[in-house]
């Protein structure tokens, strides 16, 4: 039986909390007793007796590890909460705070580290420091690849920037996936808390992360380069044909090749909520580029295994999906009870 790697969940470490005020993270109480999960001005709160954000999954691997074992999951990739970014610090504090969260994780990941890796958390507001860190959290603390933003909202650049080019040689030079998350662009703007950012934001960042680093050459210059788009990549998958037919069409594309031939270098996990749509992406981009990912104690978490077998794939194509790609893809072993079974 193939090991069930789920590479899409979160982590929110104690170590990480009421750090450089006023941008760290810190959890509040507010008068009414709701729980408020605070980054400088930004809040999203948690009902009077919601204990969600405490919830000792977030922070003790003991504790993710039983829910694991309840839950089937045989390895877990973690990384930080989205709203943990800072990329609109300073960048000495964007600097440190990614070096406390790497080495948070890398400590939370220690529980069982056959069973949990982690990805490493960047300054993207100094690509320079970045790529330092980047090499410091792979080679001492084991990470199995980069968790990262869609820069536009916070930093006025888009994911072609040459500005982001040093973490892209980095990451191909030590082998590491890049994984796009978004974040609510309320963080960086400094408004509040609107749902449409998590629901259709994140899947435009998504969007826009992917078709930026096609149409603006990237994988030309960087042919190594593994990119991991969750939320089912948003609407790239759903419109390659009209961003292809673009490349073709409009000078600003850099795209030397067909955007069909960079295939290779992208991977999408599953979570797609609509079946119709989830075995579109399937027959898209090929079983072999799709990771289970549920956003694991995320708002919209869901069986990311159960999305997977409700498809009626035949074994094999399912057997890449749950556990094979994404073994292949961050360079892990099985643990040996699942290799045994």
């Not at 990480?16 to 809040?43: H, M, W």
């Not at 893809?329 to 045994?340: D, G, Q, S």
Request: glycine share 10%.
């Amino acid at each position: 039986m193939v090991a069930h790697v789920n590479m899409h969940s979160h982590v929110v470490l104690t170590e990480t909390l009421n750090l450089f005020p006023p941008y760290g993270p810190r959890i509040s109480e507010e008068s009414d007793g709701t729980l408020a999960y605070q980054v400088g001005d930004y809040k999203i709160f948690f009902k009077p007796g919601d204990g969600h954000i405490r919830d000792p999954r977030f922070n003790d691997s003991g504790a993710r590890l039983a829910d694991m074992d309840a839950k089937g999951i045989d390895i877990m990739g973690v990384s930080i909460s989205p709203l943990n970014y800072l990329y609109w610090a300073p960048g000495e504090v964007g600097v440190e705070f990614s070096r406390v969260q790497n080495d948070a994780m890398a400590d939370f990941c220690a529980g069982d580290p056959e069973r949990l890796f982690f990805f490493a958390t960047l300054p993207l507001q100094d690509a320079e420091a970045a790529a330092v860190e980047l090499e410091r959290a792979a080679r001492d603390l084991g990470a199995r690849g980069i968790n990262i933003g869609e820069p536009s909202v916070a930093l006025g650049k888009y994911a072609d920037d040459e500005y982001f080019f040093p973490i892209y040689a980095k990451a191909q030079e030590l082998g590491l996936p890049i994984f796009f998350h978004p974040f609510p662009p309320g963080i960086a703007s400094g408004t509040g808390e609107n749902q449409l950012d998590w629901m259709a934001g994140y899947l435009h960042q998504s969007t826009m992360a992917g078709a930026s680093l096609l149409l603006g050459g990237v994988f030309d210059t960087f042919p190594g380069l593994k990119l991991v788009l969750p939320h089912g990549g948003g609407a790239l998958p759903y419109q390659y044909g009209r961003f292809e037919y673009a490349a073709r069409r409009m000078k600003g594309s850099k795209a030397k090749r067909n955007l069909y031939d960079y295939m290779e270098n992208l991977y999408f996990d599953c979570l797609i909520h609509n079946p119709v749509a989830r075995k579109f992406l399937v027959d898209f981009a090929g079983p072999e580029h799709v990771l289970v990912g549920d956003n694991y104690m995320g708002w919209d978490a869901v069986d990311g295994f159960e999305l997977v077998r409700e498809l009626g794939l035949d074994q094999a194509d399912e057997d890449k999906i749950v556990g094979e790609n994404a073994l292949a893809l961050f360079r892990l072993r099985a643990p040996a009870e699942a290799a045994a079974q």
